[in-house]
């Protein structure tokens, strides 16, 4: 079993910038995709960036060119950092794992808190 610890979310205002870290505990074997998700009060939850173990990345279009998504292979850390930070970027921001053996496994993370606001 996987289990996904989300870390650096926080208040800042409209312009700032802030990075998420995702360290995974226990085994990451079979993991193929990693993943950042938000969802805002009142709204569904949505992709807003992913990587792949080959380092194929993925955006969601609000956040295309002020957010980027990386993984430091060596400490099994997967980051977001988010540049120009808008209010609309305010949401719940979770972290996700699939991995891919006989099935189709996705993990989640408990979720880290952004608010954007003056």
């Known amino acids: 079993q996987m289990r996904l610890v989300e870390s650096g979310g926080g208040l800042v205002q409209p312009g700032g910038s802030l990075r998420l870290s995702c360290a995974p505990s226990g085994s990451i074997f079979g993991v193929v995709l990693w993943g950042w998700y938000r969802q805002a009060p009142g709204k569904e939850r949505e992709m807003v960036a992913t990587?792949?173990?080959?380092?194929?990345?993925d955006y969601a279009d609000s956040v295309k060119g002020r957010f980027s998504i990386s993984r430091d292979n060596a400490k099994n850390t997967v980051y977001l950092q988010m540049n120009s930070l808008k209010p609309d970027d305010t949401a719940v921001y979770y972290c996700?794992?699939?991995?891919?053996?006989?099935?189709?496994?996705?993990?989640w993370g408990q979720g880290t808190q952004v608010a954007v606001s003056s």
């Open positions: 996700s794992a699939r991995r891919v053996d006989i099935f189709t496994t996705n993990y």
């Open positions: 990587i792949t173990n080959s380092g194929n990345t």
